[in-house]
């Protein structure tokens, strides 16, 4: 009797074992570790806007201790390849859903950078990172693009007094003119601006002028000085550094690099950089921009 009692312990023994087994294996596969996940932007990444064709970068941290997958970037529009509202570039984007794919394996932080060239209307992004368990954050960023609010006239080439070139200019659309056109009711009204002896000025700066002669009097516009650099011009796409500024000046001498300021007679404000001028009398190349 007793060896048939030790052999129903035993037995009991090595069911509940096996049973204990079995119950830590299924809790062992129901419940699998879940690592928690995060996307960090740099602060240097929070730009409210954008102007129209411009360029911006959305740079972060991506925290996976379960190893990262994926990073991903997705839109409010359908993406159109090159003609789309907005391209995608950085290492390791591909078409589609627009994200980085060859993210090493063992990695458990990335430092990512992600850069949107050709914005042409705001945008929601969704920038989203899943990890090889499949845990998933995200983290918004919204883009608007606003419109340039100025138009550029790169290469306007203008004549003093020894050059053949013309020697004014109409500031609201680039388009030169010769002396003949200050005796013309058609063309002298739409006159802004006259170059000669290294200066600017709001009427015929020939040597006439000089002499106390005008033959046209005052166009209108007016003039100051600036400390924007010929880098700072080029990179303006809008009116904001120069919208608040006055002209005061009738006549502004200026040298090869400078910036100056102008507003026309009707009102419009804008920036002359002077890129290269042979003499204060001879030939003149200028870039312009004009508020719209």
């Not at 430092?111 to 090889?132: A, E, G, Y």
Request: glycine share 8%.
């Amino acid at each position: 009797m007793k060896l048939i009692m030790k052999k129903i312990h035993l037995f009991s023994m090595a069911a509940l074992i096996l049973l204990t087994g079995l119950i830590c294996s299924c809790s062992h596969d129901d419940n699998k570790v879940s690592f928690p996940v995060s996307l960090k932007l740099d602060n240097s990444t929070a730009r409210d806007s954008v102007y129209t064709g411009d360029t911006c970068t959305i740079s972060g941290v991506a925290t996976a201790p379960g190893k990262i997958d994926k990073i991903q970037v997705f839109c409010n529009f359908t993406w159109k390849g090159g003609t789309s509202e907005i391209e995608v570039t950085g290492a390791g984007i591909y078409s589609g859903s627009k994200g980085y794919d060859n993210i090493p394996d063992t990695l458990t932080v990335y430092h990512f950078k992600i850069n949107l060239t050709n914005v042409k209307i705001t945008s929601n992004l969704r920038i989203q990172l899943t990890d090889k368990e499949g845990n998933i954050t995200s983290v918004n960023y919204l883009v608007k693009a606003r419109p340039m609010n100025i138009n550029s006239f790169p290469g306007i080439s203008l004549g003093g007094w020894d050059s053949s070139a013309p020697s004014a200019f109409d500031a609201e659309t680039g388009i030169t003119y010769h002396s003949d056109a200050f005796s013309d009711p058609a063309r002298k009204p739409l006159i802004d601006i006259f170059f000669d002896l290294a200066e600017f000025g709001d009427t015929d700066l020939d040597a006439d002028h000089h002499d106390g002669h005008n033959r046209l009097g005052d166009m209108g516009a007016r003039f100051a000085p600036t400390t924007f650099t010929a880098s700072d011009f080029n990179k303006m796409k809008s009116d904001d550094a120069f919208a608040g500024m006055t002209g005061t000046l009738e006549i502004i001498p200026f040298s090869v690099g400078d910036v100056v300021f102008f507003q026309t007679k009707a009102g419009h404000k804008g920036l002359i950089k002077v890129v290269s001028m042979t003499s204060p009398t001879g030939d003149l190349v200028i870039d312009e921009k004009i508020q719209k």
